[in-house]
């Protein structure tokens, strides 16, 4: 199996195609691809819904292409397209703008709100109707940048696009290390992983494959329990673990056993840190002593699946702030891509670990409720305050 085929979606370059309807996107992504990966026809609207694409591309590394519904469709589902479009958008970390004679004024717009989010952009002539030079100065002179032409037809425009988007690539876009700021060589760390309805038999949720292979790379000695084991797992080792990451959800019951040098901490925090604004969960936990049973909360849940008995973000995070704060709050719970465009009827916005979606697109979030004023934490962040804990875990 090679890399491509391990690399997961959310550790991905992700390479968003944008344009009106029939402007080329779909070939595009097919000529980078090196295959038909979604449909080309001079029919326009024939993409729909996205359709994602994980590729390796030399220069590039893993990455996914997204080609996208043209954001000039019509009608009551062409709305829906184009919302779709725009979640992708969120999602873009280099976004591929075809210009056309179809909507050049739309083009444009959207290019400053690429530039905007200062989502680094590659403005390509796509196919046009009329004079792609007469197109080319009236873009360009709007935009202040250069319009790039690519022939699909070509042998050598793969090449040049690739190199295109190299030029782009985002200083410093490999995530660092998932808990390299915690440990060192030879660290021994102790993982508490519940077996849940949320972990299928057979196997472990993706935090906990990430984790464990992330201390791996950095040399440390990995040990596996679930909370009712951890004390079997404690005594069998010489000397207490520097760092034991936990479910989350076991936080209460793991620092009540973890020995005073060992260090604390949760899956959901590591990947709070990774991708998303640490400073910003921690001030927005300190709205959870405000929040009253008035209090509108948005549960914020990446995934998708359906609602276990003993799912964390559906039954159990609900449950313990109708407990804390009482049974009149009023919680609202969103998975996927599902995230409102106004947050604000929320006093609080709790986001998962976020480990099903990329860097990028969590920061869409986070902006978002900076841009309203909104507070927003974190899984882990919020369980850890619930158990009086938050000042004594590792962040």
Sequence with gaps: MNDMNKTPSANRLHIGFFGARNSGKSTLVNLLAGQQVTIVSPVKGTT?????????????????????????????????RVEKTDAAAEKADIA?????????????????????????????????DGAPDALRVKVEAEIGAELIRIDPFNADSRELLIKELVRLMPEGFELPSITGALVKEG??????MP??????????????????RDLLDNRCTVIGCTPAGIENALAALKAAPSLIITDSQAFGEVYAK????????????????LKGDMDYYLE???????????????IAECCSHAPQAEDIGRVKI??????LIGSGIKIDILGGTDFPEDLSPYALVIQCGACMFNRKYVLSR????????????????FLAHANGILDKISL
Excluded: W
């Excluded at 986070?366 to 962040?381: F, L």
């Design 318 to 323: 609900p449950k313990l702030l109708k407990k």
């Design 258 to 273: 973890k020995p005073e040098g060992s260090r604390l901490t949760s899956f959901s925090v590591l990947f709070a840190a």
């Design 366 to 381: 986070i902006n978002r409720a900076k841009r309203q004023g909104v507070p927003m934490t974190n899984y882990g962040i």
């Design 96 to 128: 591929v703008l075809l210009f056309s004679d179809s909507d050049t004024e739309e083009d444009i717009r959207r290019y400053h709100a690429f530039k905007a989010k200062k989502t680094p952009i590659l403005p390509l002539i796509g196919r046009t």
């Design 195 to 212: 077996q849940d309805a949320s972990a299928p038999k057979g196997r472990l949720i993706l935090p906990q494959v990430q984790t464990i």
């Design 48 to 80: 729909t819904d996205p359709v994602s694409k994980p590729v390796e591309l030399k220069g590039l590394g893993p990455c996914v292409l997204i080609d996208t519904a043209g954001y000039d469709d019509e009608g009551e589902l062409g709305l829906l």
């Design 187 to 192: 660290d021994t760390v102790l993982l508490v």
């Design 284 to 298: 927005g936990a300190k709205m959870i002593p405000q929040l009253t049973e008035d209090s509108r909360v948005l």
